[in-house]
């Protein structure tokens, strides 16, 4: 997913998004939503959050190390 794609999720969420890294923006959407702020953490390609929208860029940025 793209940043300006993820920047538009938070501004519809009333989040703003500054200058706040993808994964740093994702995190502060899901702590917003009352979620877990885990973007990124599935660093063994397991999570139990099965309807997470951003499950796809979570696994990918886990491998990739991408924490902030």
Partial sequence: MKL???RSIAKSRGVHP????KTALIKTIQTNEGNFDCFATA???ECDQGDCMWREDCFECAQKGELS
């Fill in 4 to 6: 300006e794609y993820v």
């Fill in 43 to 45: 660093y063994a390609g």
């Fill in 18 to 21: 500054g200058k706040l890294s």
